[in-house]
């Protein structure tokens, strides 16, 4: 059915539709719409025999989850940004016990600076934890990859975060196709433990494990999460047939063929450069793109696939490993080391920064004529920059980065205590 709804609303119904068993929840932006829609929804009987817990905290949310789903429910949380830095001892606990729990992370920035505004750094800083990871690029994705996401977590017994970017997603109102109780119950089966804790059969789940078996056991989850490379293109074809419609897979091509440039990101930022390339190619530019939707596990054959004939290869991340350089863009460049393709990085649009048509296309045309460095920070203001650096040399006591910054920029009045 056809809907004109905000993101966070409509991954709210898909979630529904997935029949969860326990529910648990802490708000925070930008996920809060989420959580509080399924909490009415399950008061109001929409979505039977589920229990939602609302917690005290984000480690509480997992850590409720890591409990209903080793005593056998189907769950589901939700989290963001700082939510995510909260819960990490349980982020690596649920997938070291192999539990199935699905979570949609609203990609949000992380602090310090506070920053409420979108980017990766939540997810990335998680990107090592064990968790299938899945990006969307725009809201009906987001419905189809979480009814999915159900499905490959119980099939591979792994746990799995659906990142969706925060506000521009989660707060957005666009046209959705809302599945059917039916097409859902047809796709995603009941779900059946793998393992479960019960009275009558005892067993231990998160036991100690020395230096004799540790190395086993984490090869174990890699060897899944390598499992879940030929799942999650075979559970989207499967989707297909049920609902019509592409959903998923592990990337997606636009007009790759034949490029000699590609542009290699993830999330909603295709939309916009989809309008750009389009323009380009018009004018004769041989230039493509391809968003990258499963990058835990990273599907690296897939990309050697479909860029192993590009001469130039500019990655669009929305995340920075500070002191090395762009994270995302690492992951390809160890994906096609056996290929001589030179692979920029591209850092854009930390904590909210708007990412225009106009500069887009600054950007790659600087990349089509060479001029891109090695690691790229795409529509930064040196000059504030330098400012600050020079600042810093002239004053012992030059003041926090952030105030000045903001001071600079004529947003608020620089604080500076004597």
């Given at each position: 059915m056809l809907k004109q709804i905000e993101g966070s609303h409509a991954v709210a119904e898909a979630v529904g539709l997935c029949r969860p068993q326990v529910i648990s929840a802490y708000p925070i932006?930008?996920?809060?719409?989420?959580?509080?829609?399924?909490?009415?929804?399950?008061?109001?009987?929409?979505?039977?025999?589920?229990?939602?817990?609302?917690?005290?905290?984000?480690?509480?949310?997992?850590?409720?989850?890591?409990?209903?789903?080793?005593?056998?429910?189907?769950?589901?949380?939700?989290?963001?940004?700082?939510?995510?830095?909260?819960?990490?001892?349980?982020?690596?606990?649920?997938?070291?016990?192999s539990l199935p729990i699905v979570m949609t992370v609203g990609n949000r920035a992380i602090g310090a600076p506070i920053n409420i505004w979108n980017d990766w750094g939540d997810s990335m800083s998680a990107r090592d934890a064990g968790w299938i990871q899945l990006f969307v690029e725009d809201n009906q994705?987001?419905?189809?990859?979480?009814?999915?996401?159900?499905?490959?977590?119980?099939?591979?017994?792994?746990?799995?975060?659906?990142?969706?970017?925060?506000?521009?997603?989660?707060?957005?109102?666009?046209?959705?196709?809302?599945?059917?109780?039916?097409?859902?119950?047809?796709?995603?089966?009941?779900?059946?433990?793998?393992?479960?804790?019960?009275?009558?059969?005892?067993?231990?789940?998160?036991?100690m494990v020395g230096p004799e078996a540790?190395?086993?056991?984490?090869?174990?989850?890699?060897?899944?999460?390598?499992?879940?490379?030929?799942?999650?293109?075979?559970?989207?074809?499967?989707?297909?047939?049920?609902m019509g419609r592409d959903s998923g897979g592990l990337i997606k091509e636009f007009d790759c063929a034949g490029a000699e440039t590609v542009i290699v990101t993830m999330g909603s930022v295709i939309g916009t450069m989809k309008e750009v390339l389009a323009g380009m190619r018009e004018e004769g530019h041989s230039i493509g793109a391809l968003t990258i939707r499963s990058f835990r596990p990273f599907p690296s054959e897939a990309l050697i696939e479909a860029l192993k004939d590009a001469k130039r290869i500019i990655v669009f991340e929305k995340c920075l490993a500070v002191g090395m350089g762009g994270i995302v863009s690492m992951n390809v460049r160890m994906a096609l080391q056996d290929f001589p393709l030179h692979v920029h990085s591209v850092i854009g649009g930390l904590g909210g920064r708007p990412i225009t048509r106009k500069n887009l296309r600054r950007l790659f045309e600087k990349g089509l004529n060479d001029q891109l460095q090695e690691t790229h920070f795409h529509d930064i203001d040196m000059e504030i920059v330098n400012r600050e650096l020079e600042r810093e040399k002239e004053q012992r006591q030059s003041g926090s980065i952030a105030e000045n910054i903001l001071h600079d920029v004529g947003v608020v009045a620089a604080a500076k205590t004597i």
């Open positions: 932006t930008p996920q809060t719409h989420i959580v509080e829609d399924l909490g009415t929804m399950v008061k109001a009987g929409k979505i039977e025999n589920c229990e939602f817990l609302l917690v005290e905290s984000e480690f509480g949310a997992l850590s409720a989850c890591i409990g209903s789903s080793a005593a056998g429910a189907r769950s589901y949380t939700a989290t963001a940004s700082q939510g995510m830095l909260f819960m990490m001892e349980a982020v690596y606990n649920a997938s070291g016990m994705q987001a419905v189809d990859v979480h009814i999915q996401a159900f499905k490959l977590a119980e099939e591979l017994c792994l746990p799995v975060m659906v990142c969706m970017d925060g506000f521009i997603l989660t707060h957005s109102y666009s046209q959705v196709d809302m599945p059917e109780q039916g097409q859902v119950d047809q796709f995603l089966p009941p779900f059946e433990p793998r393992q479960v804790l019960d009275p009558a059969a005892p067993l231990s789940m998160g036991a540790f190395t086993e056991v984490r090869f174990l989850a890699h060897h899944k999460q390598r499992e879940a490379l030929d799942l999650i293109p075979r559970h989207a074809a499967e989707f297909q047939s049920i």
